[in-house]
């Protein structure tokens, strides 16, 4: 079994910032592209960020610039570092993660629960 758990949401006034993680736990082999998304009340999840493997990055358009997406592959874990957090970022921020299992060769996409990131002053 492969878990991934998010943390480090919460109720931030605007213009401030917060800390996503979420790690990855059970029986892994190797973590591929790891990424954030959100989804809003009403609206369709949405891409926040990925990174590879290897570090590369790709971000949705209204994150650029604002957000920043990272990786501890010593930890299994996937970082988003928000900043100037607006009203209309408030959504629960799901992570993802391709995940090849410890004894099989295939690979699987996982979601986290998600945490909820809400923008209010």
């Known amino acids: 079994q492969v878990q991934l758990v998010e943390s480090g949401g919460g109720l931030v006034q605007p213009g401030g910032s917060l800390r996503l993680s979420c790690a990855a736990s059970g029986s892994i082999g190797t973590i591929g592209v790891m990424g954030w998304y959100r989804q809003a009340p009403g609206n369709q999840r949405e891409l926040v960020a990925t990174?590879?493997?290897?570090?590369?990055?790709t971000y949705g358009d209204s994150m650029k610039g604002r957000f920043t997406i990272s990786r501890d592959n010593a930890k299994s874990t996937v970082y988003l570092q928000t900043s100037s957090l607006q009203p209309e970022d408030t959504a629960v921020y799901y992570c993802n993660a391709y995940i090849q299992g410890t004894y099989s060769s295939r690979w699987l996409l996982y979601w986290g629960r998600g945490t909820q990131v809400t923008v209010s002053s």
């Open positions: 990174i590879s493997g290897g570090g590369s990055t």
